[in-house]
């Protein structure tokens, strides 16, 4: 018996595809994502709309509080450690949660070196922009990826280019002969291995969600007809009027992500999204996607 | 011509996706459930691992609660792994969500505990042969008590109990899905659906609850 094995690690993602992964930052919450239909949350103190308001210095969240969440759902609960603070995942470890995110949302501990994520028993999911960066942070053992898209904004539109980005380049990998593999491994600044990989069997070796910017049923249909393997709703719940209706659309249009007659019932009279922030007015320091390489 | 059987894959949520390939590569035909329509003339039907909490509710949200249980109680062959073998359940313990409930088991949720408790495990599964099967287990249920008319197909080496069947319901706390024996796919296919080896053809109803296999 062999616990923690790569393929319970990425298999955990695996059962989670097709389901929306909910930010909470209270056991209520919890209970309301769960009751919406998430098949898991993610607890943190505050969420990255929050967060981006508050700026400052945006750490793991209080032990405490994650396992209160962990005790108040059946369903699993992951937790955010920054990008490059082994510690804080050690601590996540520690505790059981049941994924790690090393999160481009809280801020960075190290701008030049990722967790070494192969050296953990519990999972890890990171951000991308591009098939580079995706490969990058399998390669250091992430078992799930997440496109970027642009964290507390409301706005799907960092979404959209990520996750257009990652799948074009591995349309390009698909056609592609293996005497260009290792230009393009070079290009992409990713592991030869992973590129061959992914060239062979022309899809991910892991499940990759969209995040960053969903807010509405539409966007996390959207999403998933560009390709994603699930979604992850970050500010975009809690901080619209009713969390558990909009909650529970987002999950339906997600399942149901072909079928617009059904994204068009789920989304009639909701109440208030959360408001949105164009992309534009944001300074590009403030940017959260650019966290990590 | 006839036409080849259909097996459905539920696929509100979960891992349906993998399911699909290994049954597809078994040479059956395959569809996505979401909706009730979809039930309609299916030889089988696999309802994969995901969250058993989730699949639930959308189960009753699209109204396939009640026409999959007629189904099932009309002989409807089913695979559940995982979630799927929680929804087949009787008994999960008192805990409140939507259920099939149409399966004579007692099944604990999260039995191992938590994602760093999930484990792979060789298992002796007799009705496969000699060769262990390799199962891997996410944050997985175990069964605690089978009723009268469940078989006990396989176990762990401290005896707990990790597949059964019941008639034509079929149920693993593992995930078959993610490995590349596709033994257990197959054994649902021949001998709890009833197709023929080889052929693309359903024999009505030739295992009745209880029977050996061939």
Redesign the interface.
Known sequence: MEESTWTTKKGLAQMLKGGVIMDVVTPEHAKIAEEAGAVAVMALERVPADIRAAGGVARMSDPGLILQIMDAVSIPVMAKCRIGHFVEAQVLEAIGVDYIDESEVLTPADEEHHVNKHAFKVPFVCGCRDLGEALRRIGEGAAMIRTKGEPGTGNIVEAVRHMRTVMDAIRRLRNMPPDEWMAEAKKLGAPYELVAELAKTGHLPVVNFAAGGVATPADAALMMQLGADGIFVGSGIFKSEDPAQRGAAIVKATTHYQDAALIAEVSKGLAKAMPGIEIGTIKAEELMAKRGW | MAESPTIGVL????????HATMLRGLGVDVREV??PAQLRGLAGLVIP???S??IG??LV?YELLAPLRELIAAGLPVFGT??GMILLAKDIGG?EQPLLATMDLRVR??AFG????????DLRVPVLGERPLRA????APVVEAVGLGVEVLGWL?DGRIVAARQGRLLVTAF?PE??DDDRLHRYFLEQVVGLGHGEKRALTHAFASGDRPL
């Not at chain 2, 696929?11 to 993998?18: D, H, I, N, P, R």
């Not at chain 2, 938590?114 to 495990?121: D, H, I, K, N, V």
């Not at chain 2, 891997?136 to 944050?139: K, L, S, Y």
């Open positions: 696929a509100l949520q979960g891992a349906f996706v993998e979401r909706l691992g995901g969250e909490t989730t509710k959308l949200a995982c979630a805990l949720r999260n938590r994602q760093l408790q999930s484990f792979e495990a891997v287990f996410i944050r080496d995930h993610l490995t």
